[in-house]
T-cell receptor, first 116, second 113 residues
Framework: NAGVTQTPKFQVLKTGQSMTLQCAQD?????MSWYRQDPGMGLRLIHY???????DQGEVPNGYNVSRSTTEDFPLRLLSAAPSQTSVYFC???????????????FGDGTRLSIL | AQKITQTQPGMFVQEKEAVTLDCTYD???????LFWYKQPSSGEMIFLIY??????QNATEGRYSLNFQKARKSANLVISASQLGDSAMYFC??????????FGRGTSLIVHP
């Protein structure tokens, strides 16, 4: 049971570089999301999607793009990396496309990203 | 807007004792869900327990129970018979009237032998 798979697990970038964090789930979940976790801040939503072709902004979307061409995949793109984007990134998915759900989110193992 | 407050940055408990981790929330939604997640030092996020706003009974999952007091807007996690493996960060979260779930800042629990 793969669940939610994130790659890479670790990445170091230089300021100004771009990259894509990959996320794939095999549970046929409609809702997928990207979070960043910073010390003492909990998890903050970057972008989310409620189905293929449908994405929207979360709390902290600036500097990030997403797309959802299939149910399974939800990549996160950093357009021009900045040191403020140094963080741990989590992808998550859950069943249902409603905003209120009793279903928990399933998280990937996270990507630790450092921007120099 | 939703808000989750976890007022205990760190908690200590003796092995085999019970511990309560506090969570208060604020929302204007009538329908909402409350979740607790565990994050061990290895980093993954693990779902523990769920409580719906219309659930009349407190949720339980093994050694975990959720003390839900709707009028006080609190959803405290109770861990009975603590084990060394319970040492971790614990996050309270909620969803409701928007697609943006809200997470608290977490409580670090350390279980002493």
């Amino acid at each position: 049971n793969a669940g939610v798979t994130q790659t890479p697990k670790f990445q170091v970038l230089k300021t100004g570089q771009s990259m894509t964090l990959q996320c794939a789930q095999d549970m046929n979940h409609e809702y997928m999301s990207w979070y960043r976790q910073d010390p003492g801040m909990g998890l903050r939503l970057i972008h989310y999607s409620v189905g293929a072709g449908i994405t929207d902004q979360g709390e902290v979307p600036n500097g990030y793009n997403v797309s959802r061409s299939t149910t399974e995949d939800f990549p996160l793109r950093l357009l021009s990396a900045a040191p403020s984007q140094t963080s741990v990134y989590f992808c998550a998915s859950r069943s249902g496309s409603q905003h209120y759900s009793n279903q928990p989110q399933h998280f990937g193992d996270g990507t630790r990203l450092s921007i120099l | 807007a939703q808000k989750i407050t976890q007022t205990q940055p760190g908690m200590f408990v003796q092995e085999k004792e019970a511990v309560t981790l506090d969570c208060t929330y604020d929302t204007s939604d009538q329908s909402y869900g409350l979740f607790w997640y565990k994050q061990p030092s290895s980093g993954e996020m693990i779902f523990l327990i769920y409580q719906g706003s219309y659930d009349e009974q407190n949720a339980t999952e093994g050694r975990y129970s959720l003390n839900f007091q709707k009028a006080r807007k609190s959803a405290n996690l109770v861990i009975s018979a603590s084990q060394l493996g319970d040492s971790a960060m614990y996050f309270c979260a909620m969803n409701g009237g928007s697609y943006i779930p809200t997470f608290g800042r977490g409580t670090s629990l350390i279980v002493h032998p």
